[in-house]
């Protein structure tokens, strides 16, 4: 077994590992024996139940979201060329979050009661996402120093500090229907996870293989600086605009399931990067492992912690990765000394 196989084989053991952990544990513990049992169908009926109906899908929920959150972090890394790009910093996942606060806003009457179906928030959050996102975009390709990796990410920052001022003037100005649950969807949680949410993340993920696949030649050569990549012939603009397209898509639609979980994007590339090399084959595949694993660790310990209450995943997500992101800047500062 070659070295970056058998580094893919551990985290996907750790994955396996965190996944039958995750589904053992809430208000009834069930051993990692009988979870595994009835997974193959052989558990006792109540421990069925308990495993497909209740908590299986939350657990699946956590760790395909977090596979598109990871997937849509490295590539928008590796498109920017800047380990310090991600989705959380550059305003898609605030956008979503300004989607989804003006859905409830727009729709809530006077008595504070929603005028039309909740399950038209996860079209609401990608909306918002995709709106932000394109700001974000025309406000680059308007600027001179447009391929500079950095003033992205300084766009980003100024519009995800807009979308969050104005989810926070909508919320206090109101009416918002449901106001604390919205408070808890901006945080990110997975605790209304059903089977169709699971469907609908793994569709996309499934659907972003081929494009994956077609992209893998340009994620490679984008890593070499501008002007050295248009002398090959390679198109910088036009490849750095699908794949950041491809990334706000994935990551949309992690958010419109699971609320605006951050900085997973930011640091399961790393993480991939540490572990597994990033021009390494199975470079993505390993990330994608990665951020499942965190999601779905930060959901568990969101729901163990503080138990009977239930903390957001985000928050947790938030206390790992907003350090990370000081460091990388401070080592970045250091590096231009």
Known sequence: MTAPLLR??????????????????????????????AFLGHGSRMDGVIVWTLRLPRVALAMTAGMALGLGGAILQRALRNPMAAPSILGITDGAAFGVVTFLWLFSDEANV????????????VIGALVFASLVGLLTLSDPRRRDPVRVILYGIALSALAKASVTLM?????????????????????????????????GLVAAIPALVIMRLPMRQIVLDADTAATTGFQVDRNRV???????????????????????GLIAPHAARLFHGQFTAGYLVATAMI???????????ARTLASPLELPAGAVTALIGAPLFLILILRSQRTHV
Request: aromatic share 6%.
């Open 8 to 37: 893919l084989s551990l985290i996907a053991a750790l994955a396996a590992l965190c996944l039958v952990i995750a589904t053992g544990l809430g208000s009834s513990f069930i051993g990692p024996e009988r979870v595994v049992a």
């Open 114 to 125: 929603l005028t039309v179906s909740i399950r038209w928030q996860p079209l609401a959050a």
């Open 171 to 203: 919320m206090i100005i109101g009416p918002v229907y449901r106001a604390s649950q919205a408070l808890q969807w901006i945080t990110g949680s997975v605790n209304a996870a059903h089977w169709m949410d699971v469907a609908i993340v793994t569709a």
């Open 242 to 264: 699908a794949l950041m397209i491809l990334s706000l898509l994935l990551t949309a639609l992690a958010i419109s399931q699971v609320g605006a979980i951050g900085f997973v």
């Open 291 to 301: 951020g499942g694993i965190l999601v779905l660790a930060a959901d568990t310990l």
